[in-house]
């Protein structure tokens, strides 16, 4: 083989005609005998601003109001349960991380306005990417994120959040489900808004079929046209 081919390639090698010349002109002067330290200019200038560093546990920085932190199912101002287990959030995830399964409401046990409610929710947050996706997906708006960021646990299975671990707590004046909807609704009213309260219907009901429901005590009695009874 020819002593100006290269081995394995067969390629001719080319002879560098003109010397190596850099790119950036060196520095002179003052410049040049302060290039070698001139790195240290943003760690000299960062030693003069306030300090940033967050003294998390000890001081808890909240995050900006649309974090998106751990979900939450959420109620209508009844009581009634938002999702219908439609399973939408757990198609839309792409770290297939919802676990949904649907059961059909009925006269006794109504848990959501409509046909059906969410009997089994899981969201699994060991999987989870907290990217949004799910709560976009959801018709009823159901599902939202909270701010809350701390979820770290022990354990594998603790990081599967349950339903009863998601649902949003009762607020001030609702009536805990199952109970029937406010007479004379149906569930489009529930999506349109035009319930705001449980209405004394309801609350008799859950007086006569679980006496010792603790939220019968806390319970707010809205009139039916403002409950929207038509
Ligand atoms: S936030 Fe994203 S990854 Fe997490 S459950 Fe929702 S869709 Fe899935
Ligand atoms: S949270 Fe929303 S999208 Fe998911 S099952 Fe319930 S209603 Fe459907």
């Given at each position: 083989m020819a002593k100006d081919v290269t081995p394995h390639t067969g390629r001719k090698q080319v002879a560098r005609s003109e010397p190596y010349q850099a790119q950036i002109p060196a520095r002179t002067g003052i410049g040049g005998v302060l290039a070698p330290v001139a790195g240290f200019g943003v760690t ?50 792409p ?34 990417i ?101």
């Amino acid at each position: 083989m020819a002593k100006d081919v290269t081995p394995h390639t067969g390629r001719k090698q080319v002879a560098r005609s003109e010397p190596y010349q850099a790119q950036i002109p060196a520095r002179t002067g003052i410049g040049g005998v302060l290039a070698p330290v001139a790195g240290f200019g943003v760690t000299l200038s960062a030693m003069f601003r306030p300090t940033v560093t967050e003294q998390y546990p000890f001081e808890r920085v909240p995050p900006k109001p649309r974090y998106h932190g751990r979900h939450q199912l959420n109620r209508h101002p009844d009581g009634l349960e938002k999702c219908i287990g439609c399973e939408l959030c757990a198609w839309a995830c792409p770290a297939d991380a919802i676990y949904v399964e649907a059961a059909d409401n009925t006269p006794d046990e109504q848990y959501a306005p409509g046909e059906r409610y969410g009997r089994v929710y899981q969201i699994n947050y060991l999987r989870c990417i907290f990217c949004g996706l799910c709560i976009e997906a959801c018709p009823t708006r159901a599902l939202t994120m909270t701010n809350e960021f701390e979820l770290a646990g022990p354990t594998r299975e603790g990081l599967i959040y349950e339903k009863q671990d998601l649902l949003a707590p009762l607020a001030d004046g609702m009536l805990a489900a199952p109970h029937p909807m406010v007479p004379g609704t149906t569930d489009t009213s529930y999506y349109r808004g035009d319930v705001l309260g449980a209405v004394a219907e309801q609350v008799d009901w859950v007086r006569e079929h679980r006496p010792d429901e603790p939220s019968l005590d806390t319970v707010t009695i809205v009139e039916p046209a403002r409950g929207g009874a038509r």
